[in-house]
């Protein structure tokens, strides 16, 4: 079962806009992970954050994660039409297994 | 460093016919896992390997899908009979051990039931 839920399933943007999306879980978790998957292609890794972690940056991307929520959110700053993907959130429960959802479809419009 | 291969790219077959897909992990990578996506959906573990043995086949239809990790390197993703709902991407990731995180994925083989 998906233990990751994205909100919105889909979100269209302007480029230079930025770009947020929601993850919701279900149980506890040791980290929280997320991946972009161009079309066509494999997901490739974007940011970890540890469950006693909640804020981390990598470039363009913030992400913040609340424990006490169960939930996390992913921000593209300034999106370019290159950032055009669908973004999924996994979750790690302590057993070593990434569990996705459902993910976010994000189209930059030029 | 080569990323994990897959192939074929993409396999078109009938129900009940049968179909393999083949993953070579990044050099060193001890942990192989595949998983089935879904058009419109997240990727779903279907079985994880350390080294050539299975810690995980859980959520595996093990009345017709099978795998192996012959040596702990390359690994074999086998569907028999397929069914139409069977139609999926096949996605192998590795990592260099469990625990260690951050996944590395193929580009998959997208398989088509008729």
């Known amino acids: 079962s998906q233990q990751g839920e994205e909100d919105p399933q889909a979100l269209s943007i302007q480029e230079g806009e930025n770009a947020t999306m929601n993850c919701s879980y279900k149980?506890?978790?040791?980290?929280l992970q997320w991946y972009r998957q161009n079309s066509g292609r494999g997901l490739v890794h974007l940011i970890l954050?540890?469950?006693?972690?909640r804020e981390k940056h990598s470039g363009r991307l913030r992400v913040t994660l609340d424990t006490s929520k169960k939930s996390s959110s992913l921000l593209i700053t300034a999106s370019r039409a290159a950032d055009t993907a669908s973004y999924f959130c996994a979750t790690d429960a302590h057993d070593y297994k990434l569990s996705f959802g459902a993910g976010t479809t994000v189209t930059v419009r030029a | 460093e080569a990323g994990v291969a897959q192939s074929p790219r993409y396999k078109i077959i009938e129900k009940r016919q049968s179909v393999a897909f083949w993953c070579n992990p990044i050099s060193g990578h001890a942990t192989l896992y595949w998983y089935q996506q879904i058009l419109g959906q997240g990727p779903k573990l279907l079985i994880q390997?350390?080294?050539?043995?299975?810690?995980?086949d859980s959520q595996l239809p093990k009345d017709r899908f099978s795998a192996e990790r012959l040596k702990g390197v390359d690994s074999t993703l086998k569907i028999q009979p397929a069914k139409l709902e069977d139609s999926a991407v096949y996605l192998c990731?590795?990592?260099?051990?469990?625990?260690?995180?951050?996944?590395?994925f193929g580009s998959g083989t997208q398989l088509s039931v008729l």
């Open positions: 390997f350390q080294n050539n043995g299975v810690v995980d």
């Open positions: 954050i540890r469950s006693n972690e």
């Open positions: 149980t506890s978790i040791n980290n």
């Open positions: 990731a590795s990592s260099p051990a469990p625990g260690e995180e951050k996944l590395f």
